[in-house]
């Protein structure tokens, strides 16, 4: 599938109908790029973050993790190369005023070469934007629009003006009186935080080289051209970890983490083909190598996460502006040295993106005699907001107050729906669509023998289970 506009069109609206993703304060017609999640996808969202965060420190015996605050010394950020470096080369366009990431409207074009069968030209465009990208001449990917001779979608003109760097980073004043404010910024990453809390770490955790730290956590940049949903934001969670090693190993740690990175993908039953590596050929200012982890959304391949090896850059940098010195000492090489590191950073939103896309199905279900379909999310059950609904088949006969004893049975230990309105059927359609994996429902056999039916929602199967197995059977399928 290479852009499927119209799938990914159903996604978002199925998100808002069902309260995954509305726009954000949207009785003011929302905000640019910026989104809140509902009571189905906050719970999405925490799943993924929860599954991560365990992945990443629990199971492993060397990373801790920590929670820094979002606002930082500002001489943080001078230190990382952000204020200098943390910028986009951008166009407007003079006659709609609108502006683009250059990178973003050659790829467009790209794009569109590809859709027309030129992949030759498609593949040397890449080619050359690739390069003057590298080496940023500005004047050269100018040049390149040129010569391609992109318009701008509003206007429908190729009247550019030249290409500049632009800043991504938020800024705002700490401090209550004008005079004395002094200018910090939001993160644009949340790795500077595990940075500036190595020593801390390291000696109070008592430490050993090679070993990580993770965090999870919000990230703001001013992105110029925010678009496709979630997937490009203002407002964003990362789920970074950084991990310290000798320096000279980072070839074969950073291959290590390349490989357990694309194993936590695939263990969220997404088949490998649905990913791909994507070999960084613009670094960026801190990096030796780096690649991407990228999935195939309904808009084509995309990143969604990144792994990078970003030598001592940090550390080093630290020292020099902080003056504290950044250095470990190795007792089994009996040396002092500043760590190098490798990182691994995950998109949480577009990671929510991605397991959406994976589970959206829309299923004709229809029989020669009556036309029938279903939309449902096909959530691997430990993510899925809600795991069970408790559905009585009336609302008489005793049925509703088993139903509750079960729900009282089940819900401290994973999240439980009840409802007794509507027929059966429709009560099932509205589990499919937020991607509940499990219903069970109340009837009058019940009653008689104290068996419940489960449906599963992948195959509509039904069986009969006690309901003293309900809790121990969910809690399998989920763990
Ligand atoms: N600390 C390294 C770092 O921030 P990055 O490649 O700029 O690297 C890492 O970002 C991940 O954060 C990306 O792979 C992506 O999933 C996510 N991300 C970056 N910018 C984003 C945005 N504007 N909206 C949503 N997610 C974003």
């Given amino acids: 599938m290479a852009n499927d506009t119209k799938r990914f069109q159903a996604i978002i609206g199925h998100c808002k109908e069902y309260g995954f993703i509305f726009p954000s304060s949207e009785i003011y017609d929302g905000l640019s790029a910026v989104y809140d999640y509902g009571q189905n996808g906050s719970e999405l969202k925490k799943n993924i973050k929860d599954h991560w965060w365990k992945s990443m420190t629990q199971l492993q015996d060397n990373i801790v993790g920590i929670d820094a605050a979002i606002f930082m010394h500002p001489t943080t950020w001078k230190a ?5 470096n943390f910028s986009d080369p951008m166009i407007d366009n003079k ?55 992109i318009k701008c979608a509003v206007s429908g003109t190729s009247n550019w003006t030249d290409v500049r760097q632009f800043n991504l980073m938020f800024s705002t004043q700490l ?45 703001f940049r001013n992105e110029i051209v925010a678009r496709q949903f979630i997937f490009r934001m203002r407002e964003f969670e990362q789920m970074e970890m950084q991990f310290f090693i000798r320096p000279g190993t980072q070839k074969e740690w950073y291959e290590y983490w390349k490989e357990q990175r694309m194993q936590w993908h695939l263990g969220l039953g997404i088949p490998r083909e649905k990913y791909r590596f994507h070999d960084h050929v613009k670094l960026a200012h801190y990096a030796d190598a780096a690649c991407d982890i990228e999935y195939e959304f309904p808009i084509g391949f995309k990143e969604v ?27 089994e090489i009996n ?13 949480l939103d577009r990671t929510v993106l991605m397991v959406l896309s994976e589970a959206y199905a829309e299923e004709d279900l229809s029989t020669p ?105 969910i809690l399998n399928y989920i763990s």
């Fill in 80 to 84: 990382s190369g952000h204020v200098d």
């Fill in 95 to 149: 006659d709609s005023k609108k502006r683009y990431r250059v990178d973003h409207l050659i790829e467009a074009r790209i794009d569109d070469l590809e859709a027309a069968g030129k992949q030759d030209q498609a593949a040397a465009l890449q080619q050359d934007m690739d390069r003057l990208l590298a080496a940023s001449d500005l004047d050269g990917l100018r040049q390149l629009i040129e010569t391609q001779k």
């Fill in 175 to 219: 401090g209550s009186v004008s005079e004395e404010a002094s200018e910090i910024y939001l993160r644009p990453e949340t790795a500077q935080g595990i940075f500036v809390n190595f020593l801390n770490v390291q000696k109070t955790g008592r430490m050993k080289v090679p070993f990580g730290i993770a965090q999870i956590g919000k990230a």
């Fill in 305 to 331: 996460e990144g792994i990078h090896s970003r030598t001592d850059f940090d550390l080093k940098n630290h020292q020099e502006y902080s003056k504290k010195k950044m250095q470990y000492f190795d007792p």
């Fill in 335 to 347: 040396q002092n040295y500043i760590p190098y590191v490798i990182e691994t950073s995950i998109g």
């Fill in 369 to 473: 005699d009556k036309p029938d379909s279903r939309v449902v999310l096909r959530f691997p059950p430990r993510l899925a907001p809600v795991k069970l609904a408790i559905l009585p088949l009336t609302k008489k006969d005793g049925l509703p107050e088993i139903a509750r004893e079960i729900m009282n049975d089940c819900k401290a230990h994973f999240r439980c729906f009840y409802e007794e309105k509507d027929a059966i059927g429709k009560r099932y359609r509205r589990m499919d669509a937020i991607g509940t994996p499990f219903c069970v429902t109340v009837d009058h056999q019940t009653k008689e023998d104290g068996t419940v039916t489960i449906r599963h929602r992948d195959s509509m199967n039904q069986e009969r289970i006690p309901v003293t197995s309900i809790r121990e059977t």
